[in-house]
């Protein structure tokens, strides 16, 4: 007899870190896209953090050559906090020791870079027969009314009894960069899935709501997986598998309620560093008065 998924508690989380990034060249040559700070908090904490206080108490990290920092950055440095405890710097020591505490993170090394999909294969073993979030190591996103987009993901999942995949609504001139939700409406927010169309041109988008950085899957996308040849840029696409899956699985949609920063890109980078910078306690008042003054 099937399992009943979604009944299950999701408990675990997979998180894909281990591409090349090309986009961020030359910084990324030595340096993972991932550690790339948000004022001073590498993109890869927030992602964990959603992670967590969307109830995930399991994490895989899927990395590969390049990237120890991310290693590193989640192991304990007991002699910083040494340090840091006998200069009395208890605030500063609790931030630290509370990265390594946040949850059970676990790595596995893509060997090779064939793609998103091919990395989230390298989950079967951690996932086994549970359902599990998928969130992308380079891409913050901030839900709106405090409810992070993974926990707004969940509650679909719950409700519909099927995976689902995070939408974003894109302007006409930016559909081309995007797999897009052939979808038909079922309430609010929520989509029930009849395709996805990879990076389609304005006039043959079937809709403005892009597939965006995070998901819930039953694991029965890991046949689906197996069975996906390579695609575009001979990489193995999640997309593809999951239009394979729509053939036997209801899928869902849900065009969240949160605003989405790709840290992989410079422009986006920046952005996001200025917004949270007029965020941060410490430097806001400062950085407001400079922009004031900086000549456009
Ligand atoms: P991207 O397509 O944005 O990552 O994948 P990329 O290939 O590193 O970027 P560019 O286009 O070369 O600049 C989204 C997420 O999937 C991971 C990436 O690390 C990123 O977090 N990914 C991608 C893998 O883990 N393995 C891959 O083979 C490809």
Redesign the pocket.
Known sequence: MKLKYSTMKIRKAV???????????PV?KSQ???MIPIVDTPVIHYVVEEAVNSGITDILL???RGKRAIEEYFDRSWELERSLEEKGKYELLKQIQNITSMANIHFVW?K?????G???MHARTFVGNEPFAVL????LIEGNNGQPVTAQLIDVYKKYKGSVVGLEKVLPEMISRYGVIDGEHVEGRVYKAKGFIEKPSVREAPSDLAIA?RYVFNPDIFDFLEKTKPGKND??QLTDAMKAMLSEHAMYGLHFDGKRY?V??KLDFIKTNLIYGLKTDDIKDELKSWLKTFDF
Do not use: C, W, Y
């Open positions: 998180i894909p870190a281990a591409g090349f990034g090309t986009r961020f060249l990324t993972p896209k991932e899927i990395i590969g893509q090779e870079m064939l793609g998103l091919h990395a989230v992308l190591g380079d891409t950085s990489e193995i790709d992989g890109n």
